[in-house]
């Protein structure tokens, strides 16, 4: 489809516009003149997968091909990008577990079976058993046996699988400090390894590069020299790594590592197929939809409306995307990534001339913070403020001192299990500031050296103690760029006044309270998404 015809502009009576928003469909009305920004159909997928790997192991951009860097009793580590990625899961079989067990098999004709497989969570949650397996297969967890950091290091395990434990002090190696004094601490499995071999699902421009290695494996002690307040405000935007703050720190601290770790990149990147078939209606514009898309919807939507929301979430935290292969490369980071650039671009770029007043966003159920959990107001936030914010290239969707209105079924409400730090920074930090400086000034040294969540983070399923300022602090450019943010009908009010933010009871109402900000006659855009894409947004 031509870039252009991804931009409509709603004419004669308002039309009416379904919101994907947590769990539950919004249908709306959007005014006479509203810009509507679609995402790019899913370009074509590589049709031979396994044979796109082989290629890409074998003609790698930067040094030799995989097999030629391998010798009987080297030692090897395999990291892989974590449950974060990617949202929805993928359908079976996950193209990290192709990936892997192709690389299982060079390594065995080698003689090889000094395999640490490391999922690299970073300050993440651990991930469970099941979630492993729908990710890496049987095979691979036939082969290995999960077990925490600590014990695969101090038992001498040969092949092993775990999720990587940045609190372990005696399990991580500090390598040194850039030139702006930004120190870097990583995985000393990766570190000791002949060859460190990192797999990663490229879901948006942000990720891949020196974002992989660096942050995935490394430890507070590093990410607090990026996960920063000012890195935030700084960053123009998060998914234009040229003009990111974020990546530039990742990108210093990834020249320490490559003097102390020999790397091989694999990166891949996805079509736009978000949506599984039995959702026809999700995958087109609302113009296009059939009669019997129309009846699907309402049908699916009196369902939803009519079950709580508890009930919602697991239906929809089942839902797997029929994603596609569109560009396997590896070798070197550096080349790897500008490929992997390309390929995102290719898919996801559209083309936006000039900014709004206000910009409509529907968020959906899931972030990369919240898999199998609920989408807490801190991880909502992070979603609308700081990743949809982010979604593009040049300069923002919404113009500064403008306002952003978004639609969520926002919930006072936690997944205690894997977000403990979470509440108490909800109930006893954002009561007091929301203030992202203060914040960060005042409390970040406590949650991050909280000896209960380092626990809980180590030998249960919690995020770090430090992540939910992470989470906060995701938002602070938006915070600081826009003059108001809306939340529609939230269910819980009070949550989104927590976080300094304003609610209406519909969607017309919010945009009658932006224009007491904006002037009486904006400019409106809505952004349709899911499915991820990225505004390229010139003057």
């Known amino acids: 489809m031509e870039r252009d015809k991804l931009i409509q502009y709603v004419e004669g009576a308002p039309r009416k516009f379904m919101f994907s928003c947590g769990e539950r469909y919004r249908w709306d009305a959007l005014p006479v003149g509203t810009r509507v920004l679609y995402p790019p159909p899913p370009l074509e997928a590589i049709a031979d997968v396994p044979a796109a790997i082989d290629y890409a192991l074998d003609h790698p951009l930067g040094c030799d091909p995989l097999d030629a860097q391998l010798t009987s009793g080297m030692k090897i580590t395999i990291a892989v990008d974590d449950i974060s990625l990617t949202l929805p899961p993928m359908v079976r079989p996950d193209l990290r577990q192709l990936i892997i067990e192709n690389l299982l098999t060079r390594l065995a004709a080698k003689g090889i079976d000094d395999i640490h497989l490391i999922i690299a969570t970073a300050l993440h949650r651990r991930m469970k058993e099941p979630e492993i397996r729908e990710r890496l297969g049987d095979r691979v967890m036939s082969q290995f046996r999960y077990v925490e950091q600590e014990h695969a290091r101090t038992s001498g395990m040969r092949q092993a699988l775990y999720c990587f434990d940045a609190e372990d002090q005696d399990g991580v190696s500090y390598l040194g400090a850039t030139d702006r004094g930004e120190e870097v601490e990583l995985s000393r499995r990766a570190v000791d390894s002949d060859l460190l071999i990192y797999v990663n699902l490229n879901l948006v421009a942000m990720d891949g590069g020196h974002k992989s290695v660096p942050v995935g494996l490394g430890t507070y002690r590093s990410l607090r020299h990026h996960h920063t307040v000012h890195s935030m405000r700084h960053s123009r935007s998060y998914m234009d790594p040229p003009k990111s703050y974020l990546y530039e720190v990742c990108t210093r601290q990834g020249a320490i590592v490559g003097e102390h770790c020999n790397i091989f990149t694999i990166e891949t990147t996805l079509n736009s197929a978000t949506f599984p078939k039995f959702l026809p209606f999700l995958n087109k514009r609302e113009d296009e939809w059939t009669a019997a898309d129309r009846v699907m919807f309402q049908c699916q939507r009196m369902f939803l409306d009519r079950s709580p929301l508890s009930f919602n979430r697991k239906v929809f935290h089942r839902i797997r995307a029929p994603y596609g292969l569109t560009g396997i490369h590896a070798g070197k980071t550096e ?150 943010i809306i939340f529609v009908k939230p269910e819980s009010p009070a949550a989104a006044q927590r976080m300094g933010f304003d609610t209406a009871p519909s969607l017309a109402e919010a945009i009658e309270q932006a224009k007491s900000v904006v002037g009486p006659n904006p400019s409106i855009t809505y952004f349709h998404f899911p499915p991820i894409f990225l505004c390229d947004v010139t003057t």
């Open 335 to 484: 080349p790897v990534h500008e490929k992997t650039i390309e390929n995102v671009h290719a898919q996801q770029l559209v083309p936006v001339k000039g900014q709004a007043d206000i910009v409509i966003c529907g968020l959906p159920y899931i972030g990369p913070y919240n898999v199998n959990a609920i989408m807490n107001p801190l991880l909502v936030h992070c979603l609308g403020n700081g990743y949809a914010f982010n979604m593009y290239r040049g300069q923002p969707l919404v113009r500064e001192g403008g306002v952003v209105i978004h639609l969520h079924p926002l919930e006072w409400a936690f997944t205690e299990e894997f977000h403990p730090s979470y509440i108490d920074f909800f109930d006893n930090v954002l009561s007091q500031t929301n203030d992202s400086e203060e914040i960060e000034r005042k409390y970040e040294a406590d949650f991050a050296t909280n000896q209960q969540y380092i626990d809980r983070y180590r030998h249960g399923y919690a995020y770090h103690g430090v992540h939910p300022l992470y989470m906060w602090y995701w938002g602070c450019a938006a915070l600081y760029w826009l003059k108001k």
